[in-house]
């Protein structure tokens, strides 16, 4: 609180230290928001600190009682999650890549198991080495428990299948009832739209929609969203 209370008052001075120069344009409205650098710093404490880790948590923790709720009616219930940085962390390459998106190249490992450099997501992927997200993980724990079923839907391309299934059983995830992944061009919500409304039409009612996007979750076939924070990075 202390440092956000800080990181404000920063603000403010820089924002009134330039406003006779610069008024209200645009590049006033850029310069007000924080340093890059400063915030890359920020995010990486907020990760290492636990506190990303407790906010999830606190985001997931409405999913879990809403999913205890509705278990009690009858009915083909189903939970739709998201993978990447909703059920598995990619933390190491985002740290690696210094929060930037590197799609190709090798992903070379240090002998802790973690990128030796900048690291290619793909290669990354390809290696299953994500961690599971803990509170999501409960979530879909407590929905096979309840029988209901799960289905990951993610915007990870169809050539990581294998990967991403290996992946999720070395996190604790098992037994899921699907896994969809995106094949065409369209756009993340409308592929994400799309997969839930052919498992609705399936009879499936889907009481809840776990995502840290919000294209994770708009366009309906759910009866509750749950987001979960992701200061890291944005899939419009
Ligand atoms: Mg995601």
Not at 143 to 164: D, I, M, N
Request: contains cysteine; proline residues 5%.
């Amino acid at each position: 609180m202390k440092k956000s209370i800080a990181l404000l008052a920063v603000l403010i001075i820089r924002c009134i230290g330039l406003a006779p120069v610069f008024a209200q344009t645009e590049d006033f409205q850029l310069l007000c928001k924080p340093n890059l650098g400063e915030y890359k710093i920020e995010l990486t404490r907020y990760e290492e600190s636990g506190r990303y880790q407790q906010d999830i948590a606190a985001a997931v923790a409405p999913a879990a009682a809403y999913l205890a709720q509705r278990v009690r009616q009858s009915g083909k219930l189903a939970i739709v999650l998201d993978i990447d940085e909703t059920s598995l962390s990619n933390w190491p390459v985002i740290k690696a890549d210094d929060f930037g998106f590197i799609p190709q190249g090798p992903c070379d490992l240090a002998a802790d198991g973690l990128p030796a450099g900048a690291c290619g997501w793909i290669d990354w992927i390809s290696q299953a080495r994500d961690k599971a997200i803990a509170p999501t993980l409960e979530l879909y724990r407590e929905a096979r428990h309840y029988k209901a079923a799960v289905f990951f839907v993610s915007g990870r391309p169809e050539f990581l299948r294998q990967a991403t299934q290996r992946n999720l059983r070395n996190a604790g995830y098992e037994n899921w009832n699907g896994l969809v992944l995106k094949t065409g061009k369209e756009s993340v919500s409308a592929f994400k739209t799309s997969a839930r409304r052919k498992l609705a039409a399936q009879g499936y009612d889907i009481v809840l929609n776990v995502g840290d996007q919000d294209s994770d979750l708009v366009g309906g076939y759910a009866d509750r969203t749950f987001k979960i924070p992701n200061p890291f990075y944005y899939i419009p």
